[in-house]
Each structure stands twice: as structure tokens, then as C-alpha cells.
């Protein structure tokens, strides 16, 4: 088992939950912005920020509803930031 694969157990369930909540809080009902999010939400990373939130909620107690809300928001100005600079480098 990998060092990341030991990091994530204890919220693994929490991240699986994720995946689904972050997928269905980037839909938008516009089918260019759905292509290019669908796009996006294909090559994620290893999703550390999202995983930073539901470990530090399970050290100081229970995940709750905001605790999704809270690693959504963080993985999509993660998102938002390298889209930024990539165009901004005009490296795409």
C-alpha cells in the first residue's frame, strides 16, 4: 500500500462522498460549460486540499454537510488557479 493510499483510509468513505458532491456541484445546465468542466473534473490530481479538509474534520470531530462544502470550494479554487495560469501562460 502506498504512503497516500495509508493517508487516506481513515476517510476514504469521506472522499468517495466527495467525488459525487464535487461532480454534481459543477454542473451547470450548459452543455459548452459542462464539456469543459467534465473535461476538467477528468484529469484530476491526487486531491490533497480535499483530503487536508475531511482529515483535519475528523481529527477535531465528525464530517458534516460543510465539510463537503468546505473541500469542494477548496479543490474548485485549486481547479480555478491552475485553469488561471494556464491561460494566463497561454500554455493550453
Known sequence: MSILAEIRR???????????????????????????TNYI???????????????SAKMIGNTSNSTYHAASFIELLHTATLIHDDVVDESF
Do not use: C, N, Y
Not at 476517510?11 to 469543459?36: A, C, N, Q, T, Y
Not at 473534473?41 to 482529515?55: A, E
Open 10 to 36: 481513515p476517510v476514504s468513505e469521506e472522499m468517495k462522498l466527495f467525488e459525487i458532491h464535487f461532480r454534481s456541484s459543477m454542473k451547470s445546465g450548459l452543455p459548452l460549460l459542462d464539456f469543459i
Open 41 to 55: 473534473l477528468r484529469r484530476k490530481g491526487k486531491q490533497i486540499r480535499p483530503l487536508f479538509v475531511f482529515l
